[in-house]
Structure formats: structure tokens, C-alpha cells
């Protein structure tokens, strides 16, 4: 019996011991904090698409302010109005940030491609440009013009030549005009299109041009100083971030669109480019 009662005071002590190092395991991580609470959330990642040159340069401050909230967007260059939208469909891209509505409208209806608008960004009023004259009104009977040859931007050049009161379009034709909606053309002026990114090194073969904002800066031309006429600052050809349609619910993306419609970009864009271009926010 005496054995028996040895034994049972034994196993209590034992149990006892145990017991009391368990709770002394527990109670550390309480006093330092949960270890995997602590750990930071892992950073999230989007592939962007731009234009090379202003936009690239602006795009790198919303990088920086998206990299404060846990994103990391790498950007990806294009010189041309074209690949952006095509690889960003193909699921190459998560988004793009370089057209506008009109454009990406006809884009999507020529190409089957299923992109939408996110947000707004910037407006780039485009302006008229020439080495050879210093207002519109010098303008001589048969002289040579320029203006893009996709067919939005073509159009919103020929809206732009109306506004000056160089020409007349039919009546209702605006974003998808064409030199052939041209009913009205008192100097008999000709229109050469070209290719967006080659108008600024055609212009000494021009009399002027239509050249869109992010070709003019990359090209060493100030809209706001060397345009000799521009469309106005509230101007709809306001440039988007744009995504194929099954992502655009996706919560990530609104860290996109924080980081560049924030204070530190449109403070970079004021104080860089002046009234080159406006912010759409």
C-alpha cells in the first residue's frame, strides 16, 4: 500500500512539472507577440504597360506611392498606340495606362478584344505644331497638313482643324471622322496621315501637324509654348488605366488607381509640365 501511495505522489509531481513548463511555453509568444502575426503581408505585384517617355516618367512617381501600400507594379514600355492593348488581352499585361475612351472603343470593335476603362488619369490636349508657320491664319491655299492615321486620333485632328475653322465636317461626325467627312475645305488644304510616333520627325516636310502631347515632349516640343493651336484643357479625350473585363473587380487594382490619382503625382505633374497636360481627378 505504502509503495501505492509513492507512486501516486510521484506521477502528481511529474505532472505538476510538465504542466507548469507547458504554460511557461505559452505565455512567451504572448509577451513578444503572435510570430506570425507579425510578419509583414506579402507584397502584391501588376505588370503595366505605357508609353515611353512623360507617361513612363509619372508612372514611376505612382509606383513609388503604390510601393508604400504593399504594390509593386513593374511598367513595360511601348513606343506605338498598337501593342499595348494587344498584350494586355493576351494576359501579358495586368493593365495599360495609355488611350483613351474613343480609342480603346474602336480598338475593341476592329479587334475583338474585351478591355475596359478602370479610371481616369490624365487629359493630353494635343495641339497643332509647324516649323514653317507661326499661326494658323499663314496658312496658304494648298498647303500640306498632318494628322494621325489610327482612326480615332485621326479623328479627334480633324474635330481639332474644325475648331480652328479650317475645314467643315458632316453634320453629327466627330470621334470617327475621316479626311472623307470633309464637306467644307475653303484654302483646298491636304491632308497627309501618318503614323502617330513618326509625325514629329515628318513635321519640316509639313506645313503643320496634328501630333499627339506624349510624341511632342518625347520630341523635345512644349505644347504649352511651341503648339501654335490647342484644344482646350477640359477637352473628353481624357486618358484612362484600362484592364480586360474579367479582372476589373479584382481589389488590387484599386491600390493601382490610389497610387496614381494621389497628391504625389498630380504635384509632380503641376510642377513638371505645367498646363502640357491636365489632371483628371
Same mark, same amino acid.
Given at each position: 500500500?505504502?509503495?501505492?501511495?509513492?507512486?501516486?505522489?510521484?506521477?502528481?509531481?511529474?505532472?505538476?512539472?510538465?504542466?507548469?513548463?507547458?504554460?511557461?511555453?505559452?505565455?512567451?509568444?504572448? +509577451? =513578444?507577440?503572435?510570430?506570425?502575426?507579425? #510578419?509583414? !503581408?506579402?507584397?502584391?505585384?501588376? *505588370?503595366? &504597360?505605357?508609353? +515611353? =517617355?512623360?507617361?513612363?516618367?509619372?508612372? #514611376?512617381? !505612382?509606383?513609388?506611392?503604390?510601393? *508604400?501600400? &504593399?504594390?509593386?507594379?513593374?511598367?513595360?514600355?511601348?513606343?506605338?498606340?498598337?501593342?499595348?492593348?494587344?498584350?494586355?488581352?493576351? &494576359?501579358?499585361?495586368?493593365?495599360?495606362a495609355f488611350q483613351h475612351q474613343p480609342y480603346l472603343d474602336e480598338f475593341n470593335k476592329t479587334n475583338g478584344t474585351h478591355i475596359v476603362k478602370l479610371a481616369d488619369t490624365i487629359n493630353y490636349p494635343i495641339g497643332v505644331y509647324s516649323q514653317k508657320i507661326k499661326n494658323l491664319s499663314e496658312l496658304k491655299d494648298g498647303d500640306v497638313l498632318g494628322l494621325p492615321n489610327d482612326p480615332t486620333n485621326g479623328g479627334r485632328a480633324l474635330v481639332l482643324f474644325q475648331s480652328a475653322g479650317l475645314i467643315k465636317l458632316k453634320d453629327g461626325v466627330t470621334t470617327t471622322a475621316t479626311v472623307k467627312d470633309i464637306v467644307d475645305n475653303p484654302k483646298h488644304l491636304q491632308f497627309k496621315e501618318l503614323d502617330a510616333a513618326f509625325i514629329p520627325k515628318a513635321l519640316g516636310d509639313l506645313t503643320a501637324a496634328v501630333i499627339n502631347t506624349n510624341y511632342a515632349i518625347e520630341n523635345g516640343l512644349s505644347p504649352s509654348k511651341d503648339a501654335i493651336y490647342r484644344e482646350p484643357k477640359d477637352s473628353p479625350w481624357v486618358n484612362i488605366i484600362a484592364v480586360r473585363e474579367a479582372d476589373k473587380d479584382k481589389p488590387v487594382f484599386q491600390k493601382l488607381v490610389k497610387a496614381f490619382q494621389s497628391e504625389e503625382v498630380k504635384k509632380f505633374v503641376t510642377e513638371k509640365y505645367g498646363d502640357s497636360m491636365v489632371t483628371a481627378w
Amino acid at each position: 500500500m505504502k509503495k501505492s501511495y509513492l507512486s501516486i505522489f510521484l506521477a502528481m509531481a511529474v505532472a505538476l512539472v510538465v504542466t507548469g513548463c507547458g504554460a511557461g511555453q505559452q505565455a512567451a509568444p504572448q +509577451a =513578444g507577440g503572435d510570430a506570425n502575426a507579425a #510578419k509583414p !503581408a506579402a507584397e502584391e505585384k501588376l *505588370k503595366l &504597360g505605357v508609353m +515611353a =517617355g512623360a507617361e513612363e516618367e509619372i508612372w #514611376k512617381v !505612382a509606383k513609388d506611392v503604390a510601393k *508604400k501600400d &504593399g504594390l509593386d507594379i513593374e511598367l513595360v514600355t511601348f513606343s506605338d498606340y498598337v501593342q499595348p492593348n494587344k498584350v494586355l488581352e493576351d &494576359g501579358q499585361l495586368d493593365a495599360n495606362a495609355f488611350q483613351h475612351q474613343p480609342y480603346l472603343d474602336e480598338f475593341n470593335k476592329t479587334n475583338g478584344t474585351h478591355i475596359v476603362k478602370l479610371a481616369d488619369t490624365i487629359n493630353y490636349p494635343i495641339g497643332v505644331y509647324s516649323q514653317k508657320i507661326k499661326n494658323l491664319s499663314e496658312l496658304k491655299d494648298g498647303d500640306v497638313l498632318g494628322l494621325p492615321n489610327d482612326p480615332t486620333n485621326g479623328g479627334r485632328a480633324l474635330v481639332l482643324f474644325q475648331s480652328a475653322g479650317l475645314i467643315k465636317l458632316k453634320d453629327g461626325v466627330t470621334t470617327t471622322a475621316t479626311v472623307k467627312d470633309i464637306v467644307d475645305n475653303p484654302k483646298h488644304l491636304q491632308f497627309k496621315e501618318l503614323d502617330a510616333a513618326f509625325i514629329p520627325k515628318a513635321l519640316g516636310d509639313l506645313t503643320a501637324a496634328v501630333i499627339n502631347t506624349n510624341y511632342a515632349i518625347e520630341n523635345g516640343l512644349s505644347p504649352s509654348k511651341d503648339a501654335i493651336y490647342r484644344e482646350p484643357k477640359d477637352s473628353p479625350w481624357v486618358n484612362i488605366i484600362a484592364v480586360r473585363e474579367a479582372d476589373k473587380d479584382k481589389p488590387v487594382f484599386q491600390k493601382l488607381v490610389k497610387a496614381f490619382q494621389s497628391e504625389e503625382v498630380k504635384k509632380f505633374v503641376t510642377e513638371k509640365y505645367g498646363d502640357s497636360m491636365v489632371t483628371a481627378w
